[in-house]
């Protein structure tokens, strides 16, 4: 009797259990979607080497501590609380994949804009620029924000850098409001946000024991949309 | 007893106003974007939200969609998720530094399927997904996960 019951509590438990699945699928980035239609195609880079779909991967680490890992596009692991993952390969093309890949919001866009010599604001035509760019991201976006983040080179001081990046970003983001007060950009004041990016930029390209030098390339703007 | 209600309404204000400046003061993680119609429920706190496009979401949110509701966010390291129906998802954790374009995100999907394209946290292996019995590294990459109840 004591077996049965013991049987019947593990078969409930087991019921309750729930199922899960992960399932690598093909990019949803442009950008990465380019790169595997050519590696598809057999294209190589200007190297000479051989271009890759950089499909990317999942690693899975079942609660009892096993690890699986999945790096191909249609791979499935599959597994529950009583049964670690197993690895197949399914059809990318079932509809519940397309339907909720198909709900992701459209892809940020990302756009750089440069200062004018000695000045810490956009020139007229390059705030042109910006707004015709601006009014082509922003087109069948829904829930809009925009991200103005300004960058300096990697000179100087770190605090001073953070408050010259600041100051450019909100220069950018108050033209970016009078373009908006016109009428040139359909975006809310309140969607705008200023970011100071300060070095961090620049640095990352530095070599380790590199001395920083002035860099025009790094007196930018860069202008999100998502 | 007027004076009573008015120390009682002054005491409430109190007590109330460092969750609403606490909630003012947590850095928005990502928007709500492209939402079926009427919205979806979005519980912060305790409360609960009827959340449209264009809503900030912060640490902490419990994003939960009924049958035939679906939801798409984009959040501030450019990483994409889409919500399907009848799913009930944690954003547990999600910090990150915009200018050193770092920090750390940890989303737990507790039923239903969610859609997930990665951006800057990724990079780093630092965007993690939980299910009830798995936790999930991603290295750049678009996947789907499903936990059937």
Known sequence: ?226 | MRKFIVVLAAVGGLLLQPATAQNAQRPDIGRIKNVTAGGVDVQRRGNTQRAQSGYPLKEGDIVVTGPGQRVGITFVDNTRISIAPSSRVIISTYLFDRSRREGNANIRIERGAMGVDSGSLARSGNLRFETPNSTLGVRGTSFVIEVDE
């Open chain 1, 1 to 226: 009797m004591r077996a049965l019951v013991v049987l019947a509590g593990g078969l409930a438990l087991t019921a309750c259990a729930s199922t899960e699945r992960v399932t690598l699928l093909s990019p949803a980035q442009a950008d990465k979607q380019a790169a595997c239609a050519q590696a598809s195609a057999g294209a190589t880079a200007p190297d000479g080497s051989a271009i890759v779909c950089p499909v990317g991967g999942v690693e899975i680490t079942h609660n009892k501590g096993r690890v699986s890992y999945i790096s191909e596009a249609n791979q499935q692991a599959h597994f529950s609380r009583s049964r670690s993952a197993r690895v197949r390969n399914v059809d990318e093309g079932n509809p519940l994949y397309r339907e909720v890949m198909g709900d992701l919001p459209i892809e940020p866009m990302t756009g750089n804009f440069y200062f004018a010599t000695g000045k810490s604001e956009l020139a007229p035509e390059e705030l042109e620029r910006l707004r015709v760019w601006l009014n082509e991201a922003l087109a069948g976006r829904v829930g809009a924000e925009i991200e103005i983040m300004a960058h300096t080179d990697a000179t100087g001081d770190e605090a001073i850098n953070n408050r010259v990046s600041l100051g450019r970003a909100e220069m950018v983001r108050d033209q970016v409001y009078s373009v908006i007060d016109a009428g040139g950009i359909p975006a809310l004041k309140e969607d705008v946000q200023s970011v100071a990016g300060s070095w961090h930029w620049a640095r990352s390209f530095m070599r380790p024991g590199e001395v920083a030098q002035p860099d025009e390339r790094f007196r930018v703007v860069v202008v999100t949309v998502r």
